[in-house]
C-alpha cells in the first residue's frame, strides 16, 4: 500500500468525521447569521451606541489656539 491509501473501514470513517464537520460548520454559521439578523445578542453581544449621549460643541465655541 502506499502513503495515501487507507482500508476501506478508515475511509468510511473518515467521510464520516468530515461531513459531520461540515454539519457543525454550517449550524454554527446558520446559528450567528439569525442571531445577528434579529440582534439578539446571544452568542456575541451587540453594544447599544444610540443609548450614549455625545456632546456637541456649539457654534459659539472659542477654542484656544
Not at 20 to 38: E, K, P, Q, V, Y
Amino acid at each position: 500500500m502506499g502513503i495515501f491509501f487507507v482500508s476501506d473501514e478508515r475511509h468510511r470513517r473518515l467521510q464520516h468525521f468530515r461531513r459531520r464537520t461540515w454539519l457543525l460548520i454550517s449550524l454554527c454559521m446558520f446559528a450567528r447569521g439569525t442571531d445577528a439578523a434579529f440582534g439578539l445578542g446571544l452568542i456575541e453581544p451587540t453594544h447599544q451606541f444610540a443609548a450614549q449621549v455625545v456632546s456637541a460643541c456649539s457654534a459659539e465655541t472659542e477654542f484656544p489656539i
